[in-house]
């Protein structure tokens, strides 16, 4: 029934993380966690600058740019609102193996969460 899906938004995940992947993994970990190191971060701050990031990583330009960035800034806001930088970072934590690294020679990793091994189950 057509009239039962009005919008539909498609996305995907390289099936191997690259290298790049490996350095966005490390970059959004550092946002969201508070190590307690130096300076603190808030929660909000912490998920602003992730939310910033991984849509920027993660949409084209053209994307972005016709959206607007009201539009996308009203995505930030909402990802602030729905969620806790310590849930996003340990969500992230689980779909990654940070027992190994990734490089350019390396296959896909035998990791319950990488996402070859989850369309394999």
């Known amino acids: 029934n057509p009239g039962i ?31 307690g190191g130096g300076i603190t971060m808030n929660d909000t701050v912490r998920l602003k600058s992730f939310a910033w990031s991984i849509i920027l990583a993660t949409y084209s330009d053209a994307f972005l740019a016709n959206a607007g960035s009201r539009k996308v800034k009203l995505w930030v806001d909402h990802i602030c609102q729905s ?19 990734v490089d350019e020679n390396t296959d896909i990793l035998d990791y319950q969460w990488d996402p070859l091994s989850m369309a394999q189950r």
Not at 7 to 31: C, N, P, V
Not at 85 to 101: E, M, P, R, V
């Open 5 to 35: 899906i009005r919008r539909m938004h498609i996305t995907g995940i390289a099936a191997r993380k690259d290298s790049y992947a490996e350095m966005m993994f490390w970059i959004w970990q550092d946002l969201l966690k508070d190590d």
């Open 83 to 101: 969620n806790t930088a310590d849930g996003i970072l340990a969500l992230l934590q689980q779909n990654h193996d940070t027992n190994n690294s």
